[in-house]
Structure formats: structure tokens, C-alpha cells
């Protein structure tokens, strides 16, 4: 799999869950959007979501500012 262009085993992570991959990168899930293969996920469905090999995850952080 490959997380912004970075390569990363699956079995890195203790599940293949969007939510297992936000922890293993400490990334706080209301502070991204995530991308797979081409497609923005609805943060609903995120658990729904098998991770695996191929895919594509573009992680995109929100941040403050002015």
C-alpha cells in the first residue's frame, strides 16, 4: 500500500481499518480527509473499509491558520 506516495505493509498496522492506520501515523481522524484509489471516503463509511495492498491513501491534514 502506499500512504502519500510512501510505501507501508499492512502488516504494520494492527488491522486493516482506516482507524488503525490514522493511529500508526497518530493522526487525529476529525483533523483529515482521506483519499482512496481516487476517491475522497466519507468519514461514515471509514470503518466500513478493508485496507489492502494496492491501494492508493492520500491523508489530507486540515490546518489553522490565518
Given amino acids: 500500500m502506499k500512504v502519500n506516495g510512501k510505501p507501508l505493509r499492512l502488516s504494520e498496522l494492527e488491522s486493516t481499518k482506516i ?20 476517491n475522497i471516503l466519507k468519514r461514515e463509511v471509514w470503518n466500513q473499509i478493508e485496507l489492502e495492498e494496492e491501494d492508493r491513501v492520500e491523508i489530507l491534514r486540515f490546518v489553522g491558520g490565518g
Avoid at 482507524?19 to 481516487?38: C, D, F, H, T, W
Wanted: overall charge positive; hydrophobic content about 40%.
Fill in 19 to 38: 482507524q488503525s492506520l490514522l493511529e500508526y501515523l497518530k493522526l487525529r481522524p476529525e483533523m483529515v480527509a482521506i483519499q482512496r484509489n481516487g
